[in-house]
């Protein structure tokens, strides 16, 4: 168990619909790190937020948000669903700003788009 | 984009040390070589990482060159549940962006 917890595991929803995907950080750390893989991809890095602040973006469509509060736990919106848009979403989190230690995953969740 | 470059696949005999080779060219002073690997769909798995200096813990040895523009990560006695994908990333702050990564099979 990496201490990184994704709310819900699977999540099967039409297209055009917006889902909320939601990352509970280790406790503690500070940075949370939003990935996507389709099926046989490799990690997408989505965005990077540290204390509440983005700090990065990758390649991450605008009809994708999303925002870390006050508590540290961090929510990937998504909009707009397409059926492309269906995948394993990751995220990832690590003490500081990725300048010492490791990041840690959570197991994902599995977003469908019917 | 990632910065790495890795076999796209690889096996190994179990028992047998595994060698990952991974060439970053455009490291820079700041940045450390860092390990995961991906079992089927699960979360990646952090296994080691470094600066500049080789590098052991339970899972495996990281050798880095000299010139850090490669590095190599050794499993010594690969099994069958090492079978996976491994990623080699360089990483100092901000975003963390995987390649895509060597499919390591492990055989009996």
């Known amino acids: 168990d990496s201490g990184v917890t994704q709310t819900p595991k699977h999540l099967i929803t039409a297209t055009g619909q917006r889902v909320t995907l939601r990352c509970s950080p280790r406790s503690g750390d500070l940075s949370v790190y939003w990935y996507q893989q389709s099926l046989d991809q490799g990690l997408q890095f989505l965005i990077h937020y540290y204390n509440g602040e983005e700090r990065a973006k990758g390649n991450i469509l605008e009809r994708f948000s999303a925002q870390q509060f006050p508590d540290l736990h961090s929510e990937l919106n998504l909009s707009s669903l397409e059926l492309g848009d269906s995948a394993l979403y990751f995220c990832a989190s690590s003490a500081s700003l990725g300048d010492r230690g490791e990041a840690f995953f959570g197991q994902g969740t599995r977003l469908t788009v019917v | 984009d990632a910065k790495t470059t890795q076999p796209t696949s690889m096996d190994c005999a179990e028992g047998r040390a595994a060698n990952l080779p991974c060439n970053h060219s455009?490291?820079?002073?700041?940045?450390?070589v860092y390990w995961y690997r991906q079992i089927h769909s699960q979360g990646p798995q952090y296994i080691i990482h470094?600066?500049?200096n080789n590098e052991t813990n339970e899972m495996a040895s990281l050798i880095i060159t000299e010139d850090r523009k490669s590095s190599t990560l050794i499993l010594p006695h690969a099994t069958l549940r090492d079978t996976a994908v491994y990623y080699c990333i360089v990483w100092w702050i901000n975003d963390m962006r995987f390649g895509a990564g060597t499919r390591l099979t492990v055989k009996p």
């Open positions: 455009t490291i820079s002073g700041n940045e450390y």
């Open positions: 470094g600066l500049k």
